[in-house]
Nanobody, 116 residues
Framework: EVQLVESGGGLVQPGGSLRLSCGAH????????MIWVRQAPGKGLEWVSR???????TYTDSVKGRFPVSRDNAKNMMYLQMNSLKDEDTGLYYC??????????WGQGTQVTVFS
């Protein structure tokens, strides 16, 4: 059974930083395409970033240059370093596996709240 567990969310002021972690179990993580997805209050899901098994990354424009994604295949972990946070980054952040360009397995999410 695939399990994804996010952690690292919290309250932060604009301009601050947080580091989200995603622990993966139940599949061959080193072969998996992994993504981060977020949901702002009252809005739909927004794809944030992707990292391929060999570490190639892509980002939505709104986080490009601020939210580097990384992975440690030896530890079955993925990370999202969130820098220069803005109010509009507030939301529930999920990690997920990606299969044929679609999310497949999801974690439970971790809340990020940016407040002035």
């Amino acid at each position: 059974e695939v399990q994804l567990v996010e952690s690292g969310g919290g309250l932060v002021q604009p301009g601050g930083s947080l580091r989200l972690s995603c622990g993966a179990h139940g599949f061959t993580f080193s072969s998996g395409y992994m993504i981060w997805v977020r949901q702002a209050p009252g809005k739909g899901l927004e794809w944030v970033s992707r990292i391929t098994p060999d570490g190639k990354t892509t980002y939505t424009d709104s986080v490009k240059g601020r939210f580097p994604v990384s992975r440690d295949n030896a530890k079955n972990m993925m990370y999202l370093q969130m820098n220069s946070l803005k109010d509009e980054d507030t939301g529930l952040y999920y990690c997920a596996t990606e299969y044929f360009s679609s999310p497949l397995d999801w974690g439970q999410g971790t809340q990020v709240t940016v407040f002035s």
